[in-house]
């Protein structure tokens, strides 16, 4: 089965294939944006792909139009469109609830 690692909270959770992204996450207690519901239409639940992009499933039309308008293609996938077949390590976006609280995983 294969391996996520997600940072910056290090952790690692083990998923069936054919998992999404934000599914690996969501389930193992991580939290990540995804203003759109989980169809792809937005960008909240982009996350930065370190390694095992080619464990991943292929990339569609609506998920390459969002990543290339947002400048982010070649780095970054959606969580809610991204398939695992093997093991990755992603980074996923750190943001602030206000202006005076504390950055999320740090």
Not at 27 to 50: K, P, Y
């Amino acid at each position: 089965m294969p391996i996520v690692e997600i940072l910056p909270d290090s952790v690692s959770v083990q998923v069936k294939a054919g998992t999404s992204l934000l599914t690996a996450a969501t389930t193992n207690g991580v939290e990540l944006m995804h203003s759109c519901g989980g169809i792809g239409a937005c960008t909240s639940c982009r996350v930065a792909i370190l390694s095992g992009q080619d464990h991943l499933s292929s990339i569609g039309t609506a998920e390459r139009e969002q990543l290339q308008e947002s400048g982010i293609l070649e780095t970054h996938r959606l969580a809610c469109q991204a398939m695992v077949y093997g093991d990755v390590v992603l980074q996923r976006p750190r943001w602030r609830t206000s202006l005076d609280a504390p950055v999320t995983g740090d």
